[in-house]
DNA sequence: CAGTGTGAACCTTTTCACAGCA
DNA sequence: TGCTGTGAAAAGGTTCACACTG
């Protein structure tokens, strides 16, 4: 297979992969297969060999990937042979986490600003940074030429928040606030909502109380929506 | 429609659906047409009354659902009538965060504790909550009955900690670590990680410059993989 | 007659299974 | 012989389109 579209489930796990074969490189690993690349990345060997069919063939038979060249492919593919300048939004809590995060500075994204829009804000200095006033935006994101915008504002900032990024010309966007922003097609997003993942696992959390109570017979009574 | 199973995209979906539906019901809604709640999570709104029709059919033609209703069958499907007991594994910058998190709480997600492994951290005052050591976690699981594990902590730190957590009987953990970890069947897992998901925008990102390059005709000699 | 509920069509993703190659 | 690469089958998810109803 050459060329052409990555289909987004795939995409969704090249960066687990790369981590996974950059442990590997680490531990003077030359080759693997999709076998042990699988184990490392939890999931089954089909799916590795799917998955990385679609950037070339790149494995030899009866052999495996060669570890460092396949680190190179995947970087290349997803874009982390350059660098990425990064603005976070909102400096509470979450953003004074992630811009202390080193993930991020290890992986090619430079945090290169931060703003808020509060006068307690403002000025504070986070890591090597000062947080500017959140009126900059623009000005910052032209100058620093920065293409991933973070919010990490209170739910009824985040639409606003958007809206700016959009006007500065980011198309780019991970939103960590606990709200549906609407953005023009031009633009991605990624959301993480921290209480929806809690959410998901309370579903299947109960569902593993109802399915015990059945099978120990007490569950006559009980509600079984969603119990398989 | 009645009961058995609800498919895991749709279980994804309702957290959405009910956070719209809270803020409907704030601003004074009392019913919802499919198409203004589709509007609200940023779907469309075929998709809002599949999944809502794994529920029961809780909608009225010609008009839409009840608002208070829906939020209440929502809430059971799941599990939000009752609270769950959350114990937070490592107390660095995103541990602190998470604890402070107003979000969680709010829907009836309880942290009960906080463990950590260095001697720094134990005893340190996190709101409302003293961070203990990680030896008494199970101890701790047993006598706050903890259903859900958050693990905050470096990666390395990652598959012992869930192990301990799966040895203390819990079945739902959420992973923040940058790490893939191992556990029996029975236990769900839910991960986020940070830079997978920059690296996916990252993805994208180059794909939008690459197409631009193209378009302005000076692409003859770029490399195209992943370029639809 | 507006809006739900749902078969049927369609698309995406996963898994299977094996031919083909080093 | 061992492992890749990939068609083909199966499963899962989304969208369409319309019969039906309050």
């Given at each position: 297979m050459r060329d052409r579209a990555i289909p987004e489930a795939t995409v969704g796990r090249l960066p687990i992969y790369l981590r996974s074969l950059v442990e590997m490189a680490e531990r003077g690993a030359s080759t693997v297969s999709s076998g042990d690349l699988a184990e490392a990345a939890g999931v089954n060997s089909a799916k590795v060999r799917k998955d990385l069919s679609y950037l070339g063939s790149y494995g030899t038979r009866g052999v495996g990937y060669d570890v460092a060249y396949l680190i190179h492919q995947v970087r290349r593919v997803l874009g982390l042979t350059q660098d990425w300048p990064v603005l976070i939004a909102g400096a509470g809590n979450l953003g004074h986490a992630l811009s202390n995060y080193k993930g991020f500075t290890a992986r090619?994204?430079?945090?290169v600003a931060i703003v808020d829009n509060s006068k307690g804000k403002v000025g504070e200095r986070i890591g090597s940074i000062t947080v500017e006033h959140i009126d900059r935006l623009g000005q910052i994101c032209r100058r620093e030429e920065v293409a991933i915008g973070v919010i990490c504002t209170p739910a009824a900032a985040a639409q606003e928040v958007a809206d700016r990024m959009v006007a500065a010309g980011i198309r780019s966007i991970l939103n960590f606030a606990p709200a549906v922003i609407a953005v023009p097609d031009h633009v991605s997003v990624r959301k993480v909502d921290l209480s929806i993942e809690l959410q998901i696992l309370a579903y299947y959390e109960q569902r593993k109380a109802v399915i015990e109570a059945v099978k120990g017979g007490r569950g006559a009574a009980l509600d079984l929506a969603g119990v398989p």
């Open positions: 090619g994204f430079r945090i």
